[in-house]
């Protein structure tokens, strides 16, 4: 039924749950992954760039050093989510489960439908934040863009809050 399962990966909390949920259903179906991540300036970790009036008042030596500095920072944000990714394509693959990757620069949501046409994925894993009211309308909802523009079927897995998480541990090491 499903043999290409495309994961999209981020730096969010639920990131993690919905790599395990991918990683067992590739388990338990004999298919494959494709961990995907989305470079995108309103990611946690991302750098911050001087714009051009902040930076024009500057000597020239300034603004190239502040350019140089943004440089580094960038390439160390991309190398940490390049080994994130590396780490648990080794882990699915110890797993025994089959795992190719990619990251890409542009808006998450039409990144990963576009990844999953050009692919031929046959189902989308990712996560919901849980954003409502003026927070998802100023974002948008990765979620809910993929839910209507995927080429393939799609599962949404719900972000747990910390102390829904923290409950369920506990409920766990009492059982």
């Not at 179906?29 to 995907?36: G, P």
């Not at 808006?107 to 409502?132: E, F, M, Y």
């Not at 948008?140 to 102390?163: D, E, R, T, W």
Request: aromatic content about 8%; proline content about 3%; charged content about 20%.
């Amino acid at each position: 039924m499903f043999q290409k399962i495309l994961v999209a990966i981020d730096h969010s909390d639920s990131s993690r749950r919905v790599f395990e949920t991918a990683l067992t259903l590739a388990k338990s179906l004999s298919a494959q992954l494709m961990l995907v991540h989305v470079l995108t300036p309103v990611e946690k970790g991302y750098p911050e760039r001087a714009t051009w009036a902040d930076i024009s008042n500057f000597d020239t030596q300034l603004q190239q050093e502040l350019m140089e500095r943004y440089s580094q920072q960038w390439q160390t944000f991309e190398q940490q989510t390049l080994q994130r990714l590396q780490w648990l394509v080794n882990e699915a693959e110890d797993a025994g489960v089959t795992t190719d990757w990619t990251q890409r620069f542009g808006t998450p949501g039409s990144v990963l439908c576009q990844v999953a046409k050009t692919w031929g994925a046959d189902l989308i894993v990712l996560g919901r934040r849980g954003h409502r009211g003026l927070t998802e309308m100023l974002l948008g909802s990765v979620s809910n863009y993929v839910l209507h523009h995927a080429p393939c079927s799609v599962i949404v897995v719900q972000h747990l809050p910390v102390a829904d998480a923290s409950t369920l541990d506990q409920a766990a090491t009492v059982s």
